[in-house]
Each structure stands twice: as structure tokens, then as C-alpha cells.
């Protein structure tokens, strides 16, 4: 009796361990997955509470996001838009009560980078000095984005074609230039052509 007793109790070890195995390993194991899935989906759940913190805020500042993009069409518009450019520097020099006023755009070449065309252009205007100060401040404010790249003044010629030293009459021809983000702007191009003209005014 006592001799089988160890017999005993090795059976009794083996069965145990492999109810380790079969059954309390298997368990671990999967009580492992399921903490490894329950971790997943609390990163997903903090991933999409992120997403949706900024769907929020995006959606709150759409009204000053809509504007701002207003601003930059109107800085760079998507066409050359050559008639309302005349009438923007036309109502400039309204305003600004110069004597004489002529604006040539030239041909829209597109930027290396593909991004936008620029138009170089030229203005001339005559007037007082305060005339043309003002206008050129409206030039510098104006809605239309513009870079100034080259300016000449001189004194304004008379009406018998002689030049005048008064300096109360002077004459600046500008080398401006406007932009578009149309980068295949002129003739041709898509949304279309916006052919270019010159325009004078008194």
C-alpha cells in the first residue's frame, strides 16, 4: 500500500500539470489577447475623441476660415480678372483726383513652382503731389495683392508737350506686379484666356 502511495501521487502531479496546460495556460494566454484588445481600443477611443476635438474646432472656426480664404481670392484671385483689376486702379486714381492715369498690364507668365502667374505691369499718372502720394498709398492698400518692382518720377509735361519743373505737377511710371493663382493664366490657359489691354484714362 505504502509503495503505491508515490505512484499515487506522481499520477496526481501529472494530471495537474496538464491540467496546467490544457486549461490554466491557454486561459492566461487569452486573458493576454484580450488585455492586449482592450488596450488597442482605449488608443482608438483617445485616437477618435482627438479626431473629433478637431472636427469641432475646424467646424467652430469655419466662419473665420471661409473669410480669410475670401481674402487671400481676393489678394490672388483664381483668374487674371484683367477688367476688374482696371476698374480697381481706376477708382484709385478717382480717388485720389490724379490728372492722368494709364494702365498696361502685360502677358501672365506662370511661377517655376507652379503655384501661381504674375503679371507685370505698368501705371502711369500724373498729378499733384498729394494726388499721387494718395494714390500710391491706395495702390499699397488696395484689395488686389501688388508688388512695386520699379518707379520713376518726373516732372509732368505741359499741354504744349514741354516738361514743366513745377513740382506741383510730376508724372511716376510703375512697374507693378499682380498675381493670380491661375498657373496657366493668359491665352489658352483653363479657366480661360483673359487677353491683355491697354487702357488710359484722363
Request: net charge negative.
Amino acid at each position: 500500500m505504502n509503495g503505491r502511495a508515490p505512484i499515487v501521487a506522481g499520477a496526481v502531479l501529472v494530471v495537474a500539470l496538464v491540467a496546467v496546460f490544457l486549461l490554466v495556460l491557454p486561459t492566461m494566454s487569452e486573458v493576454g489577447e484580450t488585455e492586449d484588445r482592450l488596450q488597442q481600443t482605449q488608443d482608438q477611443e483617445i485616437n477618435l475623441a482627438a479626431q473629433l476635438k478637431a472636427l469641432d474646432d475646424a467646424r467652430a472656426a469655419a466662419p473665420e476660415t471661409e473669410l480669410e480664404i475670401a481674402a487671400i481670392d481676393a489678394l490672388m484671385p483664381p483668374t487674371a480678372g484683367l477688367p476688374s483689376l482696371f476698374r480697381l486702379l481706376q477708382g484709385a486714381a478717382d480717388r485720389a483726383a490724379v490728372d492722368f492715369f494709364s494702365f498696361t498690364p502685360g502677358t501672365p507668365v506662370p511661377n517655376p513652382t507652379g503655384s501661381y502667374s504674375t503679371i507685370e505691369s505698368q501705371i502711369t499718372v500724373s498729378g499733384g503731389y498729394f494726388a499721387i502720394d494718395e494714390f500710391l498709398f491706395l495702390l499699397e492698400t488696395s484689395k488686389r495683392a501688388a508688388k512695386v518692382t520699379a518707379l520713376a518720377m518726373t516732372p509732368s509735361a505741359g499741354g504744349d508737350g514741354t516738361t514743366t519743373t513745377s513740382t506741383s505737377s510730376l508724372q511716376i511710371q510703375i512697374t507693378v506686379e499682380f498675381y493670380t493663382t491661375d498657373s496657366s493664366a493668359g491665352p489658352g490657359s483653363i479657366p480661360g484666356p483673359t487677353e491683355g489691354v491697354s487702357t488710359t484714362g484722363v
